[in-house]
């Protein structure tokens, strides 16, 4: 049974970091592209950022970019997202999924999913 579990969400002021972990099991994790997504409060979920199964390539939306950063530790089963100067649109559960091939930025195209963590940008 695939199971991903996402941590490290909380409350963050603006202009803080945070770093989120997806812990994945019962797949073979080094084979799986992985996203981040998040959604917001009446919003639609949205695409964050990806990283492929080596972790050589990388791809973020336009509105992360430069802020967020994704890495993964195979060794680990593990896949983390860095949020540096957050900001208040920021605030939304986040979402790790895998999907196995390329990256992909869609989120029909992963196959499983985390149940999500609260992330709250505040002062």
């Known amino acids: 049974q695939v199971q991903l579990v996402e941590s490290g969400g909380g409350l963050v002021p603006p202009g803080g970091s945070l770093r989120l972990s997806c812990a994945a099991s019962g797949l073979l994790f080094s084979s799986y592209a992985m996203g981040w997504f998040r959604q917001a409060p009446g919003k639609e979920r949205e695409f964050v950022g990806a990283?492929?199964?080596?972790?050589?390539?990388?791809n973020y939306a336009d509105s992360v970019k430069g802020r967020f950063s994704i890495s993964r530790d195979n060794a680990k089963n593990t896949v983390y997202l860095q949020m540096s100067t957050v900001k208040s649109e920021d605030t939304a559960v986040y979402y790790c999924a895998a999907r196995r091939s390329a990256i992909a930025t869609t989120e029909y195209q992963y196959h499983y999913w985390g149940q999500g963590t609260q992330v709250t940008v505040s002062s």
């Open positions: 990283i492929d199964w080596d972790g050589f390539i990388t």
